[in-house]
């Protein structure tokens, strides 16, 4: 290996040990007390490499949310959605959807966001960075939902429907289990996605789409 190829190498091992230590942090001690001071000590570097590889808290916090965009987006793309009805389908999707929005780190995803969106003192490029994101978004997961509703993907109105449906049970959940001792409840969760499945079926029939499979 090259001494250029090694210090690359070192270079993305650091700041995912850096961005990991962001998450730990603000999900331990709160976003507020998560400062680059006590990033840096978690992920065992000094404040001049935080500085060299992000510039800046902001910016630090912002690659922390480009991160996970990426992730979103693998996940997306390697995907597959199968099944003879619409609820079998859509209860894929949750799974696949569960993969990004149940786990700890969207908790600090969202803090962040909250944060980096309204604090006056944050930049017009890092706010229109974090709006930017929020466009892509639903966009982001077409794919997902055209394997599952088929034709009836087409109608964007349905597709928002059900992310933002699912997204928000999901995103309740983790919510709940960092507050007591949650356990699963596969009986609301399967309510959950023949409500969503109802919900699409009335709409795609009013509007003479066809549903795969329903």
């Known amino acids: 290996m090259t001494e250029a190829r090694r210090r690359r190498t070192d270079g993305l091992v650091t700041r995912s040990r850096v961005l990991d230590a962001a998450v730990a942090s603000i999900l331990e001690k709160g976003y507020y007390r998560t400062s680059s001071n006590e990033i840096a000590r978690r992920a065992g570097v000094t404040w001049g490499t935080l500085q060299h590889q992000f510039g800046s808290r902001e910016l630090l916090l912002l690659e922390v949310l480009n991160e996970r965009w990426h992730e979103l987006q693998q996940a997306v793309a390697i995907a597959e959605v199968q099944g003879d009805t619409l609820e079998a389908r859509l209860d894929q999707v949750l799974d696949v959807l569960a993969a990004h929005y149940g786990q700890p ?31 892509r978004l639903t966009r982001a997961w077409q794919p997902l939902f055209k394997q599952a509703l088929g034709d009836a993907s087409s109608d964007t109105t349905l597709v928002r429907f059900a992310f933002v449906t699912l997204r928000g049970y999901l995103t309740g959940n983790l919510v ?37 499979g329903a």
């Open 176 to 212: 709940a289990s960092h507050i007591a001792r949650t356990g699963s409840d596969r009986t609301v969760r399967d309510m959950l996605v023949q409500g969503v499945a109802c919900a699409i079926r009335e709409r795609a029939a009013e509007r003479g789409i066809s549903v795969a």
């Open 105 to 135: 780190a969207q908790l600090a995803a969202l803090q962040i966001v909250l944060d980096l969106s309204r604090d006056p003192a944050v930049s017009s490029a890092t706010k229109e960075a974090v709006a930017a994101h929020g466009e």
